[in-house]
């Protein structure tokens, strides 16, 4: 397996591929020198704004169709180098061949969490006053990982089955039923919901962006642990499943 990680690796080596998903977090840099520009100096600039706006921009928009983009980007990467090929000529197992493309790719969205946390500092730095909510940031960029990580099968599959039209339509109705279903009961059976969710009783955000009321229901911290839970067992799950399909497609 670590033979595979490291050729993996070295296939996102000075790729457009890594260099957007790293660098689609520093847009929140930007947008906080517009803040700093456009809003006067007498209205509230505060952190809990700033969070409000990029943690729910980041889990609505930036990890449904950055995460379908990035698949496609994987799965198009490999289609240009061989279409595996490697697995036969190697006679390595497909199943392994996926599994650690799933790992790579959760790597990588792991590091744009982190670069995505560095934004949210330096964004709060330029345009925010006040005490920095280090808990909140920290927490939120968490959840905001193990959640999204459940899409990663799901997307490349998709990708790797049909190509980018496929993974990119997917991606797009994912985001709306995400949005949609959040702050309803059954959030739960809706993997794309899950990151925004969260970010309701961690930062204080509704799904549509508007702060929400101390005594709102959507705050009930018992829905961290349920979305962490079923994002972790799901993305074992999906891998199982979608490393199986890919396991009898490579054979034949």
């Known amino acids: 397996m670590m033979q595979i990680l490291r050729a ?68 198009s990467q490999e289609k240009r180098a061989g279409n595996y090929r490697n697995v036969k000529v190697h006679l390595l197992s497909p199943s392994l061949i996926w599994a650690g493309k799933m790992i790579m790719m959760a790597l990588h969205t792991l590091l744009a969490t982190l670069v995505l946390i560095v934004a949210v500092l330096i964004s709060g730095l330029i345009a925010a006053e006040g005490e920095v909510p280090w808990t909140e940031i920290f927490a939120g960029g968490f959840a905001l990982w193990v959640t999204s990580l459940v899409l990663i099968p799901i997307q490349l599959w998709a990708a790797t089955w049909k190509g980018t039209l496929l993974s990119m339509g997917v991606g797009l109705i994912g985001m709306i039923a995400g949005v949609l279903s959040a702050p309803k009961t059954y959030w739960i059976y809706v993997p794309w919901s899950w990151p925004t969710r969260l970010m309701a009783p961690i930062i204080g955000v509704h ?46």
């Open 8 to 75: 993996e690796s070295l296939k996102y080596r000075r790729t457009f591929t890594r260099r957007l998903v790293l660098s689609a977090p520093l847009f929140f840099i930007l947008l906080a020198f517009l803040v700093k520009i456009l809003i006067p100096q007498n209205l509230m600039r505060t952190w809990q704004l700033l969070l409000i706006l990029i943690y729910n921009w980041w889990p609505v928009l930036f990890i449904p169709i950055g995460i379908a983009l990035f698949a496609a980007l994987v799965a």
């Open 207 to 252: 799904p549509n962006g508007i702060p929400l009321e101390a005594s709102d229901p959507l705050r009930d911290p018992s829905a961290i642990p349920i979305g962490i839970g079923l994002s972790l067992a799901t993305f074992i799950l999906f891998t199982l499943l979608t490393a199986m399909w890919f396991q009898r497609r490579e054979v034949r």
